[in-house]
């Protein structure tokens, strides 16, 4: 088993030692460094290169999200999930920032441990709230605007795929579910971001969203 190390950024001392805690009872989990602003944040990702990192946006200085589009740009194989107190707080450019995941700090210890072990196996994890705002707010995203008939470039296959891909399932659980081959699942999923013009799972979710091929 794999273990995820993970990078704390909040200026709130007690808030840091808290998730520290949180994240104590999973044992595959390693808190690895702290941050209490972004600029701290950067700096301890170039030094330690953390799996994931748990990313608050109101911070002094260099703010949370300015602090994840640095850090996705110079190392894009680091997922981060942002936590704050509302699902409107620059939710948006978080997203377009590369966050992986959403959540509010009110989350269950439960669900932030799954949504960490989920952007770790490549997968988005976001508040139901900030789906269902993603899908009003859909034309502000920095994906390109596309046209109604797009979707008729996938194969029946590939939607099929790309649904899974939006309830958040890993390649080994869709290939499972399609009787396929993990290696088929990767070469559909290479043609579907191919066709969406889409760069990873997160922004095919979104799109399938969009196009209502799944329940949200």
């Known amino acids: ?12 001392p007690l808030i840091r030692e808290g998730l520290r805690r949180i994240l104590d009872s999973d044992l595959q989990l390693q808190v690895v460094s702290e941050a209490g602003d972004g600029q701290g944040a950067i700096n301890q990702a170039r030094q330690l290169t953390p799996d994931v990192i748990l990313m608050d946006l109101k911070m002094p200085g260099t703010d949370g999200v300015e602090a994840s589009r640095v850090i996705r740009r110079e190392f894009p194989e680091i997922k981060i999930i942002i936590l704050t107190v509302a699902e ?5 450019e978080a997203i377009r920032a590369g966050a992986s995941g959403y959540l509010l700090k009110d989350v269950e210890p439960d669900e932030l441990l799954k949504a ?63 009787f396929i081959s993990e290696k088929t699942v990767k070469n559909h999923i290479t043609s579907i971001f191919r066709k969406l013009k889409v760069e990873d799972r997160t922004q095919a979710a979104i799109f399938a969203i969009k196009k209502r091929m799944v329940e949200v």
Do not use: C, W
């Open 88 to 92: 409107d707080d620059d939710m948006l």
């Open 116 to 178: 960490i072990h989920t952007v770790f196996e490549g997968r988005p994890a976001f508040h139901p709230l900030v789906t269902s705002r993603l899908l009003g707010e859909y034309n502000r995203l920095s994906m390109p605007v596309r046209k109604d008939d797009e979707i008729g470039l996938l194969t029946e296959r590939e939607k099929e795929v790309l649904g899974l891909i939006a309830q958040g399932e890993s390649n080994k659980n869709i290939a499972h579910k399609l």
């Open 1 to 12: 088993m794999d273990e995820i190390r993970i990078l704390i950024a909040d200026d709130h």
